[in-house]
Nanobody
Framework: QLQLVESGGGLVQPGGSLRLSCAAS????????IAWFRQAPGKEREGVSC????????IYADSVKGRFTISRDNTKRTVYLQMNSLKPEDAAVYYC????????????????????WGQGTEVIVSS
């Protein structure tokens, strides 16, 4: 079964950093569109960032612009979400997802576009 696997979550103090990773079992992420979403307790899941297969024009939610960076390392078959200057409101379970589009030039953080999801990794921001 094809599966996305997130890692890198944990407890961090406000202002700290974490790097989340998204890898896949049984296939590679090379050139597929990948997005990160998050869901805080009691809230709906929201799109955080996405990266198209071509790597151009990453998209970020306004709430994370300037603090989060999405990137891809095809040699490691992994997509990363570098999160800096973390705030308590960033605490959530973070999911990566793919829409199975390869070599695309654009992406979206609209959840409806994504059909394959990981199980999530929890980020706790607390002092």
């Amino acid at each position: 079964q094809l599966q996305l696997v997130e890692s890198g979550g944990g407890l961090v103090q406000p202002g700290g950093s974490l790097r989340l990773s998204c890898a896949a079992s049984r296939f590679t992420l090379d050139y597929y569109t990948i997005a990160w979403f998050r869901q805080a307790p009691g809230k709906e899941r929201e799109g955080v960032s996405c990266l198209s297969g071509s790597g151009s024009r990453p998209i970020y939610a306004d709430s994370v612009k300037g603090r989060f960076t999405i990137s891809r390392d095809n040699t490691k078959r992994t997509v990363y979400l570098q999160m800096n200057s973390l705030k308590p409101e960033d605490a959530a379970v973070y999911y990566c997802a793919t829409d199975w589009q390869r070599y695309s030039y654009i992406c979206t953080i609209a959840e409806i576009s994504y059909t394959a999801w990981g199980q999530g990794t929890e980020v706790i921001v607390s002092s």
